[in-house]
């Protein structure tokens, strides 16, 4: 009996299908120093992330505002003291080219005012030579000479816009007449010129000598 049974449990031995065992698989040998942390690889990549990335700007603080504020302060006052500098030399520069085109137009206007400044006394002498009477021919016809010269002197200034100033019957102006005597005149008004000292004269608007006058009181 004890046989049987020992050739059916051999028998069921050798029937049952020999189970596959598993394959253990041996673990890769880690470097030295790591243990049990991330591959290396993956240790390689985080590493090469982290130098790509930008590094993140770190904000300005109060003190680097501020001193940016009195910056921008002290660049805009700059600023406005060179804008009022150019306004300031540009009306200069503006007074400066009228004044020189005033200038210009003036001396173009008043160019014989010298010329005929010193001709005045040139005039006075005529009009008191020719103011003389005589009875010699001789001497008349001298002073038909000197008055077709005092014409042609008086015709060439008057050319250049040199004129005598009305005086007699006026009334008295400061500006074109110089007072050297007063007195009570019948048939003239106070302040009217009644007598021609000196005779004056005036270059267009311009008065290169006062008359003398005498005037009614």
């Known amino acids: ?47 090469g992330g982290e130098e790509a990335a930008e590094p993140a700007e770190e904000a300005p603080t109060a003190n680097e505002l501020a001193a940016a504020k009195a910056q921008i302060a002290e660049l805009e006052a700059k600023l406005s003291e060179m804008e009022h500098r150019y306004l300031r030399l540009y009306a200069d520069f503006e007074n400066f080219r009228r004044r020189t085109r005033q200038e210009m137009e003036a001396a173009e206007k008043y160019r014989a005012q010298s010329l005929a400044s010193d001709l005045l006394p040139v005039l006075d002498n005529f009009e008191r030579a020719l103011k003389i009477e005589t009875d010699n021919e001789q001497a008349k016809s001298i002073l038909q000479g000197m008055e077709m010269v005092y014409r042609s002197l008086v015709d060439a200034l008057k050319k250049e816009g040199v004129e005598p100033i009305e005086a007699v019957g006026k009334p008295f102006d400061p500006y074109l007449h110089q007072a050297v005597m007063q007195a009570e005149v019948e048939g003239y008004e106070p302040n009217t010129v009644v007598e021609e000292l000196q005779k004056g004269y005036k270059l267009k608007d311009r008065v290169l000598r006062p008359a003398m006058v005498k005037v009614s009181q």
């Open 1 to 47: 009996m004890e046989q049987g049974e020992k050739q059916v449990t051999e028998q069921a031995t050798y029937d049952e299908p020999e189970r596959e065992q598993p394959i253990e698989e041996e673990a890769a040998p880690q470097p030295e120093g790591e243990a049990g942390g991330a591959p290396l690889e993956e240790a390689r990549e985080q590493a």
